[in-house]
């Protein structure tokens, strides 16, 4: 297994803002998160990385819990406008690709690694759910928030800042691993 030690010598290499390890049984699962996707996010029920199609509250803390470690990191992007979706889209992709480096050079050796993200996956112009199954589910990372859990709560237990100024989205990836 990785170590702690090692992961923090290779993700020097990234422009990463904060980060934390921690144990999965600090993970709280919250079903108000899901009612809130429900309600405001315009993604529910529209893609594969999203619910209903990841599943009840039950199966989701299954698939977490199986884990023994967490590891949660925060990188930034400054935009002009947080408000203008075609800049917030580009953001978020240069934080997957940051996602995918650390992926592929870090955690490489895991077979079996639970990556969740920000937002919903935009890897297909148009998500395939529900009519046909997911194109890629080995590149796709669900969001953190359908997995019914809450990012401000493990920052505020790790010290991590969620807001980072107006202008700067803090973007936040949650690998799971044993
Ligand atoms: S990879 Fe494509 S089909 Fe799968 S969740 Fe992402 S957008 Fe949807």
């Given at each position: ?74 990188t930034i992007s400054e935009v002009n406008d947080i408000y203008n979706m075609d800049e917030m889209l580009s953001a978020r992709d240069e934080h997957i690709q940051i996602v995918n480096k650390i992926n592929n050079n870090i955690f490489n050796k895991y077979e079996d690694v639970l990556i969740l993200t920000a937002e919903s996956c935009s890897i297909c112009q148009n ?52």
């Open positions: 297994m990785i170590t702690k030690e090692e992961i923090e010598k290779k993700i020097t290499k990234y422009p990463i803002l904060e980060y934390a390890f921690f144990d999965t049984s600090e993970l709280s699962f919250d079903a108000n998160v899901r009612t809130i996707c429900g309600n405001k996010c315009p993604q529910y029920g529209k893609s594969w990385s999203c619910p209903p199609a990841v599943g009840t509250l039950d199966e989701c803390k299954a698939r977490c819990t199986k884990y023994k470690n967490a590891f949660i990191f925060s998500c395939s759910y529900p009519s046909e199954l997911c194109k890629y589910p080995e590149k796709m990372y669900p969001c953190i928030e359908s997995q019914t859990i809450l990012v401000t709560e493990i920052c505020e237990n790790h010290k991590i800042s969620f807001f980072n100024g107006s202008n700067t989205v803090t973007w936040f990836c949650l690998i799971l691993y044993s």
